[in-house]
Structures are given as C-alpha cells and as structure tokens.
C-alpha cells in the first residue's frame, strides 16, 4: 500500500484526475438524459437540457484527457483493457454519439422530438451502463498472458460488472438531479429534488453492494480493507462516505440548492479514493503494475510537458464557462 513518487506515480495521478474530472462533468450531462422521461414534455425538458447546453460538449474533454493519457503513459494497459472491454468501449461511444446527436436535432426537427428525446435518453443509459461496466470487468480482473488479453470476448458480462453498471447509472442520475435542484427552479426543481432523494439512496445502496462484493471477489482486496495496518488508512474512506450520504439526504430534505451537487461530488471523490485503495498499484489487477504498463521515462518526460501546458488551459476556460453560465436556467435562457 506504499506510495512511492516518481514520475511514473505522478502519471498515474494525473489519468486518475482526468478520469474523476470526466465522471463528474460529464456525469452530471448523462445524469440528466437518464432522468429525462420523468420530466414533463415541452418547459420541463427544455429548461433541463438548456441547463447542460453551454458546458456539455467541453465536458468531454476530459475523456478525451483520460483515454489518451492511458494511450500515451501507460501503453501496456491500454493495449490490455481495450481489448478486454471492446463490446462495452462501443457500446459507450455509440451512446454518447446518439447522445449528442440527439441534442442538436431535438430542437431542429421538432416533428420528431420524441425519437430524438428517447435517443438522448437511451444514448445517456447505455453509455453510463457501459462506463461503470468497463469499472467492473476491470475490478474483477482481467486475464493476460505474454503481456497481451487472453480473454474471451464475454469476459465482461457478470452479474458483477451489471452491478457496477446499475451503480454508475444511478450515481450519474445523482449527479444530475442535484445539478437541476441548482440550476432549475419552480415545479421543475421540485421534481429535481424528489427524483435526488430516490437517485440517492439507490445510490447509496449499489455503493455498499459493491462494496461488499469486492470483499468476496478477491481476497487482497479484502486484506486491503480489513486487516492491520491496512485498515487504519482505508478505514477514513467509509466513515466520510457515511458522514457525506447523512449531509446530502439532509440538504436534500431542505431547501438547498447548491449545497445537494457539491456533496455529490463529495461522494463520488470518495469513491474514487476507495478505488484507489482497492486497486493500487495496479493498472490492470491482477497482475500489471502502473510501473509494468509505464512508457519509458523520456516519453513521459515529454508529455509531462505538454499536460503542464494544456491542463491550466483545460481547468480554465473550463472554470470560465461555467462562471459565464452561473445562475438558474429559465424558458428564455439563463438568468
């Protein structure tokens, strides 16, 4: 469980911020196709989906950041998880096609708004299934041979990775139910509000299940959260979970606007350190350390240089966009 800095886990934190960067903003969007049939046609949907217009495409840069940064400093792991995870790789970059295609043509062709809000909804379901689907046939490890998948093409579809994938569909729908009690207001935000209140504790419920999951999927992973000295450092993780899921079900009970999102994505960092302590120093688990799947130290060297570049680039006209479009979202726009 050691942490040792070198160049190598600098990379590793720098994939793992852009993964987190891409769950939430990006999760967020998806959260709110998820929830879209529940919102009344006409004002309902329209404010929520111009909630997400400004900022929706730009989110995604970071899955772009993610996968190639994963391409680039850890080439072994890419060349494993890729093939391991086709199906569901396609799957997700179907639904996030359908996804936005369908958000440009719903108000360009409003004879067919229903076909297109259903392909926002689908492409929304399918891609966030596949994403936490991908976390799981990961978790539950992949099989390799001579450093290359030996897998079938199946390997992935286990009541296991079902479970992680319902999971991420839920903490995605979270994610965007507490974004519209921010940004909505009226009868809109009530129903944002009731629908957050059901997203987390169905949340909260998938969590402990595949919490409790991976104590019985691999024994080290079982060593890491219950045995000494692991345990003293592992155990903050779901105590703070516990005090966080108690604040948000509360500020969601309440008149909070804000307050419900930010403790969302409390939540998801969270999980994102209990991933971490359950899978470090692994890339590729069982078998393939970060140091295994690690490009040369010059090639690392080199695009360190250019993510100290671009990254501020990236965190800032981010951080713009979202200043720009602050406030709540009403017919006519923001206000």
């Known amino acids: 469980m050691a942490v040792n800095v070198d160049l190598t886990t600098i990379w590793a934190f720098i994939i793992a911020f852009g993964i987190f960067a891409y769950v939430v903003m990006d999760g967020f969007d998806l959260g709110i196709g998820i929830l879209f049939p529940t919102f009344n046609p006409g004002s309902g949907r329209d404010r929520a989906m111009n ?123 979270l994610l965007g139910a507490t974004w519209l009690v921010w940004k909505l207001d009226g009868d809109a935000q009530v129903h944002a509000r009731t629908m957050g209140k059901r997203a987390a504790w169905a949340t909260l419920l998938l969590i402990g299940s595949v919490s409790m999951y991976n104590l019985a999927l691999n024994a ?28 948000l079900l509360r500020a969601l009970a309440t008149e909070r606007h804000s307050k419900p999102f930010w403790l969302s994505i409390a939540l998801f960092f969270l999980g994102m350190a209990g991933l971490g302590v359950t899978m470090w120093p692994y890339v590729v688990p069982p078998g393939i350390t970060i140091w295994d799947a690690a490009a040369p130290e010059r090639s690392q060297i080199f695009m360190l240089i250019g993510v100290a570049i671009t990254m501020p680039l990236i965190i800032g006209y981010t951080a713009w966009a979202y200043w720009v479009f602050r406030g709540k979202v009403a017919d006519e726009g923001y206000h």
Do not use: C
Request: glycine fraction near 12%.
């Open 220 to 247: 080290e992973y079982a060593s890491r959260w219950l045995s000494a000295p692991e345990i003293y450092f592992a155990a903050p993780v779901p105590i703070l979970t516990g005090v966080v899921a108690l604040a």
């Open 51 to 173: 909630s997400i217009a400004p900022v929706w495409d730009g989110n995604e840069t970071w899955l772009v950041l993610g996968g190639g940064g994963l391409f680039a400093a850890f080439p072994l792991a890419y060349a494993v998880i890729l093939p391991a995870t086709y199906p569901l790789i396609i799957a997700m970059l179907l639904g996030l096609v359908f996804r936005g295609v369908a958000f440009e043509f719903r108000w360009r062709d409003p004879s067919h708004r229903k076909a297109w809000d259903f392909a926002f909804t689908g492409g929304s379901f399918v891609a966030a299934m596949a994403q936490g689907m991908t976390l799981g046939a990961l978790l539950q490890g992949i099989e390799v041979v001579d450093r290359a998948y030996a897998g079938s093409w199946w390997d992935w579809l286990t009541p296991y990775t079902l479970l992680t994938g319902l999971g991420t569909v839920a903490g995605y729908a």
